[in-house]
Structures are given as C-alpha cells and as structure tokens.
C-alpha cells in the first residue's frame, strides 16, 4: 500500500486541487493532504482550521483521503506520517523550477520519500489560490473556479 501526501498552502482549496486529489487518489491508496500551518504568511486568507475543513467538506466519502495540518520542515512531516510519496501539481513550466529545486531538497531531507508531479488539467491551469483570493476581493463570480464549500466560506468571509 502506498501512502502519498499532497501538500499545499490550499489558502483557499480550489478545483485545480480538487481535480488534483480525486487524480492522485485513484493511484495512492492512501494520500493525506497536508495543509502548511502558516498563519505568519501575510496574504493568507483563511487560518489552517479553515482550510482544513473546507478540504475536509469535499473530501468526505473520497476511499483512502485523509485531511490534516503540518508545520515545519515537509520532509520531517512525511516521515512522521510514514508516507513515501509526494504528490505536486504541475500548472506550467513556470512551476518547474520551483518544484524541481523543492523535490531535490527534499529527497535529500527524506531519501525515502519520492516526489511526483501530476500535470494540471488544462481547464483549471490558469487557477491559483491567489488569483481566487484577488477576485473574491474584487467581489468577482468565482463559482466557476472553486468547489461549493470554498464558495460559500468565500461568501462569508468578504460579503459584498
Ligand atoms: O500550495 P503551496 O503554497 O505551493 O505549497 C507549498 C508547500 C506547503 C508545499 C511548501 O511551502 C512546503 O513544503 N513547506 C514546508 C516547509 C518545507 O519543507 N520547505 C521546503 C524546504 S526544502
């Protein structure tokens, strides 16, 4: 059985993500998602509670996922946790560097963990959390980009 961990800010959960973890689900037979507990990161949105139960809402029923928080270093974490694997999005080469640099650093933190990359779907490669966030600000219809349960913690948090 092989356990993945998929990682992220996920400040808010969008569909990129969500097609992301029903992918990665069908190949791990468990995969945990791991919400970076960083309440310092001064555009952050929604606290770690937040971001885990909105994941957590659209998840439910998901075999094998499982929600949770980390802080510290992510190579400590999925040692912790004994999973082997972990899983990135890949949107566009513009990620590549970033990704390429974290999984080597990480392979050498964590030697038993195996980073992987799933590429985006092309429908959802030019959504970010951040841009999510700007456009909820702005007071912009993002109920195409985003699952229900991030919509309507959305709603509630910038009522316009
Ligand atoms: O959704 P994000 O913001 O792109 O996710 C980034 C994340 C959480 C995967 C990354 O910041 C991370 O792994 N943070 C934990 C600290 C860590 O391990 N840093 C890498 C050192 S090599």
């Known amino acids: 059985m092989i356990h993945a961990v998929y990682p992220g800010s996920f400040d808010p959960l969008h569909n990129g993500h969500v097609d992301l973890i029903r992918r990665a689900a069908r190949i791990y037979e468990k995969l945990t998602i791991a919400v970076l507990h960083n309440e310092a990161k001064s555009n952050a949105l929604f606290d770690t509670n937040e971001r885990v139960e909105i994941i957590r809402e659209v998840v439910e029923g998901m075999e094998g996922v499982t929600v949770d928080s980390f802080d510290g270093l992510l190579a400590d974490y999925t040692r ?6 972990i899983v990135k999005g890949l949107r566009a080469i513009s990620d590549f560097e970033y990704e390429l640099q974290m999984a080597h650093l990480n392979r050498q ?23 999510v966030k700007e456009l909820a600000r702005y007071g912009a219809d993002v109920a195409k980009l985003v699952p229900r349960a991030t919509l309507r913690r959305l709603h509630e948090k910038l009522p316009h």
């Open 80 to 85: 912790e946790i004994g999973a082997t694997v």
């Open 109 to 131: 933190l964590n030697p038993n963990a195996e980073t992987t990359f799933i590429m985006t779907a092309t429908r959802w490669s030019y959504v970010s959390s951040t841009r």
